[in-house]
């Protein structure tokens, strides 16, 4: 298998700069978005009109692709259904930047709303996107599971595990610490899925 390009650059950064990698910004807007919110790197292109009732309709659907990616972003992974405001949105993780950070973005109609980098980490490849109500309160989350390196000494270049949980607070994706603490230590899809289900 060849060596990624971003794996390379990391390699030639710890080694040249004896430091770790440097990090990407809190977030970079998505085409179109007007508005940034909150902590997290959170960005929206307009209001939103809150949460909307319990209960999913209807399942989620595999996406094969987004419209409407910056230059350099690189789709990953997206589901369509009840997540955010309304039924059918879709849920995307992108790649960008020098490091191929992961960032994950809302798309619901007209409405856009992205945050990201998910971690401080170069991304190696997303394990998995699971859309699942955690915490039994009929909305939503989103885990994301990917594998990451730090380019840093001569474990830089191992991947490990580390899990994003996002949510749809009424206004904005946010993270879910809480729901991120209990999977801090999980190293497979698996065992993040047993930590965090219901």
Not at 172 to 184: C, G, I, S
Request: net charge negative.
């Amino acid at each position: 298998m060849p060596i990624p390009p971003v794996l390379l650059l990391l390699v030639g950064l710890a080694l040249s700069s004896g430091g770790p990698a440097p990090s990407s910004p809190a977030s970079t807007p998505s085409k179109g978005v007007s508005e940034k919110d909150g902590e997290g790197g959170a960005t929206h292109t307009s209001e939103t009109k809150g949460r909307r009732p319990a209960t999913p309709q209807r399942p989620f659907e595999a996406v094969e692709d987004v419209p409407g990616l910056e230059d350099g972003e690189r789709f990953l992974r997206a589901s369509r259904g009840p997540f955010g405001p309304s039924d059918d949105c879709v849920f995307a993780i992108t790649s960008r930047g020098a490091n191929d950070a992961f960032h994950a973005r809302l798309d619901c109609g007209t409405e856009t709303w992205s945050i990201g980098p998910l971690t401080d980490w170069a991304g190696w490849e997303l394990d998995e996107l699971w859309m699942r109500d955690l915490d039994a309160d009929g909305y939503v989350e989103a885990v994301v599971m990917g594998r990451y390196v730090t380019g840093i000494g001569p474990e830089g270049v191992v991947p490990f595990l580390a899990t994003s949980v996002l949510r749809w607070d009424g206004r904005t994706l946010t993270r879910d610490p809480t729901a991120e603490a209990k999977v801090d230590a999980a190293r497979t899809p698996a065992e993040v899925k047993k930590k965090l289900a219901p």
